[in-house]
């Protein structure tokens, strides 16, 4: 039986999650034409369910997305219609007609649009149907183009939920971000074209947005200053990336945890920090503690794990609490 996942209410506020998924077996599956495809269905998905990416990396069995499902409200016909659109970019000739009688379905107030209405707005403003969407659609494709039939996906996907906190948000961006870095593809994600970040520093306008909205809303003068914030945080002071800084061997990383010692926050985000992908909420204690308390409402489970701080290992820019506890092995 499936573990219920936690999820904020869109009717409380926007909600920020951190989501991911692999292919089957892990295999390496996705070249840079497919991941380009992946990249162009994701735009096109979060636009279709009114969710925003704020950054993404996508490698060669896996990718993580940072998304934010805004607040409920209401949606137009027009709105609607527009996002059914763009869905169906190319419609066939039998889509072209159905939508046109859409049209007057919901002109004249007719029970059939209504039912229309209700079956779209189900697959929008959710984190679920965003990823169940575009992992589908890619599938088709894949297997089309590749001659190829059953799963793509090794299971369902992992979330994580980040309380909606400029420096949270800010840190579990950079950790995505610098994926490709991690696995040994670039020294700065910039140079990587299949991140939220390299597509920003390309000029993509969403990508962009995403990004800037994560550092300081739309109060910040433009993009340069906001990537040379972001940099920061990639990089710490100098904001670049120097072939044999800023890394840390696995023995050393080992050593500096065992003495509870700290490192500086760029040098902690090139190792895998397991709370970011397996901790379920992430953000202060009090917003860990409150959506866990609505899980078992909500569920009527008492499981769910407790409260974890994470350990003071870098200056996270906020005290970060998980629900999962992870005993072994969280950094590496």
Not at 96 to 102: D, F, G, I
Not at 161 to 180: F, G, H, Q, R
Request: glycine content about 10%; overall charge positive; charged content about 25%.
């Amino acid at each position: 039986m499936r573990t219920p996942r936690i999820k904020a209410s869109t009717a409380l506020g926007d909600s920020i999650y951190h989501v991911m998924t692999r292919t089957v077996n892990g295999a390496f599956l996705l070249d840079d034409p497919a991941k380009a495809i992946l990249r162009k269905q994701m735009w096109q998905i979060a636009d279709f369910c009114g969710v925003k990416v704020l950054t993404y990396t996508i490698l060669s069995n896996h990718f993580h997305v940072l998304v934010k499902v805004p607040q409920a409200t209401n949606i137009s016909d027009a709105e609607l219609l527009r996002r059914y659109c763009v869905l169906y970019p190319k419609p066939t000739r039998f889509q072209e007609a159905r939508l046109e009688v859409v049209r007057t379905w919901l002109q004249n107030g007719d029970p059939l649009g209504d039912a229309w209405r209700r079956r779209q707005l189900a697959l929008m403003g959710d984190v679920s149907q965003f990823m169940k969407l575009l992992k589908q659609r890619f599938s088709v494709w894949f297997n089309r183009t590749h001659q190829r039939f059953g799963t793509l996906w090794a299971e369902r996907f992992k979330s994580v939920l980040v309380e909606p906190k400029n420096k949270v948000v800010e840190t579990m961006a950079a950790y995505i971000d610098l994926n490709a870095v991690r696995a040994g593809l670039v020294a700065d994600p910039k140079d990587y074209r299949f991140c939220g970040y390299g597509e920003a520093v390309a000029g993509h306008p969403a990508a962009r947005a995403g990004l800037r909205s994560i550092l300081a809303g739309e109060t910040l003068p433009g993009w340069e200053q906001a990537q040379a914030d972001y940099r920061l945080t990639l990089f710490g002071v100098g904001s670049g990336a120097r072939p044999g800084e800023g890394t840390i061997s696995p023995t050393e990383l080992a050593k500096v945890v065992n003495d509870r010692g700290r490192l500086p926050l760029a040098t902690v985000l090139r190792c895998r920090i397991r709370h970011f992908t397996d901790g379920a909420v992430i953000g202060g204690e009090l917003f860990v503690a409150g959506h866990l308390a609505a899980y078992r409402t909500r569920t009527g489970r008492r499981q769910g794990g407790t409260p974890k701080p994470m350990p003071s290992l870098a200056d996270w820019g906020a005290s970060l609490t998980t629900l999962r506890g992870l005993r072994r092995d969280a950094f590496g």
